[in-house]
């Protein structure tokens, strides 16, 4: 067991009790005031727990019952935060070297290795650059060189992508894939966003009120939710497949859209778009750019002013409900459900490292994030 959390904040009415695996990444999901900050805070050292009990690899962090409490920059553990928080006066390569020279490292082995991860991140020709002179984008890429240049046994990523803009985003989540998971790196992951729970982590928990209200597998959480936010965050469409070219060859059919930067033929990728993206057509419309999936209706679920048409294969569309009555669709019915290739992220589910070996640790219970196989199970 690498990291163990047991924690009570009274004046936030927090109480968390967190198991993590070695080499595996969990993702923190919850609402507003959920309490997702002050579990790394206590995990990192900056906050002390009423009562509780932290444990990283075999080593007790914090135990308010014997009153230790090894400082932040002692305890092997990294915060990577929205923003990159880079020193303003030192350049790229000093900030990345700093880690490293804090652990006792000489210049000359400081520096090589701060030329590794800067290398990692694809920053080698920002080395020479002050943080004024960076891209957002840019910045998070020399922060995370700066977090993985200390060797941390664990990492915590505090919504690391919530402050870039569009571009800078999907190249961000692919390094993390590619840095994190390649390494079977033991991470804590704050995000709002779905893809980044599917793409980087093994594991999801949901916090609510301070506690936690649904842990399991990344991919069940968010496709078969048990919680409030958990359903909230997961309303999107999931669809797994192996890409081909310029698309993504499903069980539904081939399903066209933006490729992130590490999507490769033949590997195995998501396609992701919401309910609202999707139009429903009785026929099959002609002459239109778009993903056209023939697919039976097999519930209809009202939602107010509209209804979520759900097809066999797990696929949600979501219409008026004077749509509804005008295609005269029920359980059972056969119809396309049609999307813009514009509204459909395609993102890389491949890993292509060795296989993880850390294994679930939910009573057996594994999920293929890893590895999605294409067919119509996990949708
Ligand atoms: N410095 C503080 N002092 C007192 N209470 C705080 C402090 N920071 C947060 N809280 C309270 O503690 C609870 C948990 O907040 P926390 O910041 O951990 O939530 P969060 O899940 O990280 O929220 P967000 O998604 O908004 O960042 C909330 O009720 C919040 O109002």
Redesign the pocket.
Known sequence: MSLSVRAR?A????DVDLEVAEGSIVAVL????????????VVSGLLRPDEGCVELDGRVLTDTATGLAVPPHDRSVVLLAQQALLFPHLTVAGNVEFAPRSAGLGRREARARAAHWLREVDATDLADRRPHELSGGQAQRVALARALAADPHLLLLD?PMSALDVTATPVLRALLRRVLREAGRTALL?T?DPLDVLALADRAVV?EN?RIVEDGPARQVLTRPRSAFGARIAGTNLVTGILREDALDTADGLVHGRLDPDCAPGLPAVAVFTPSAVAVYPELPHGSPRNALRVTVAELEARGATVLVRSTTGIAAEITTAALAELDVHPGSTVWFVVKATEVGIHSTAVRSQPRTAHDEHGGETEQVDHPTGDDEER
């Open positions: 904040v004046a936030r009415d927090v919850g609402p507003n005031g959920a309490g997702k900050s002050t579990l790394l805070g919504e704050v709002h916090l301070g």
